[in-house]
């Protein structure tokens, strides 16, 4: 996925694949490349994107649209 824009103060690729095109785990502090890390699920972007939005306590998004309480928040956008 690509994101650009003002609201976005993270520069770079966070996150790479192997030649086969698995996802490889990044710390959830650092976001660097780490085995012991986590793997970027579209509940992490979807948790860093309300979060972006300021929606990520909004009521009727947690009681409509909850994400497991196990996802990390992870700093995608710098935010």
Avoid: W
Avoid at 23 to 36: C, G, I, P, Q
Avoid at 45 to 71: H, V
Wanted: no cysteine; net charge negative; aromatic share 6%.
């Amino acid at each position: 996925m690509m994101f650009m824009g003002t609201p976005i103060k993270k520069k770079g690729v966070i996150g790479t694949t192997t030649d086969g095109h698995i996802a490889k785990k990044v710390n959830s502090d650092t976001l660097a490349e780490d085995d012991n890390g986590v793997s970027i699920t579209y509940a992490h972007i979807n948790k860093a994107l309300r979060k972006l939005a300021g929606i990520d306590s909004n009521e009727l998004i947690t009681q409509y649209y909850p994400l497991p309480n196990s996802i990390e928040d992870l700093n995608l956008f710098g935010v």
